[in-house]
Nanobody, 115 residues
Framework: QVQLVESGGGLVQAGGSLRLSCAAS????????MGWYRQAPGKQRELVAS???????NYADSVKARFAISRDNAKNTVYLEMNSLKPEDTAVYFC?????????WGQGTQVTVSS
């Protein structure tokens, strides 16, 4: 059973920064793609950023130039650096991993951006 454990969420003022971490219970080389999704109240879950096994990245238009996804293979951890945060970034952020067969999800971490 794969476990993804997120951390780093919290309350921050608009314009501030946070770094989310997602620690996997097995080597992240076993995953084709890892990513971060978010879900705001009353809205559908949406992709924020993803990184594949070759370290190619993909971002939602709303976060480009503000967020950066990265991976530390030695620590089996994926990060999401979030800068210039806006109130509309408020959501629960979920880590996701895909290993060619299954999708795995973390429990989520709350990010709240105050205006």
């Amino acid at each position: 059973q794969v476990q993804l454990v997120e951390s780093g969420g919290g309350l921050v003022q608009a314009g501030g920064s946070l770094r989310l971490s997602c620690a996997a219970s097995r080597s992240i080389f076993s995953f084709n793609t890892m990513g971060w999704y978010r879900q705001a109240p009353g809205k559908q879950r949406e992709l924020v950023a993803s990184i594949d096994i070759r370290a190619s990245t993909n971002y939602a238009d709303s976060v480009k130039a503000r967020f950066a996804i990265s991976r530390d293979n030695a620590k089996n951890t994926v990060y999401l650096e979030m800068n210039s945060l806006k109130p509309e970034d408020t959501a629960v952020y979920f880590c996701n991993a895909f290993d060619y067969l299954h999708y795995y999800w973390g429990q989520g971490t709350q990010v709240t951006v105050s205006s």
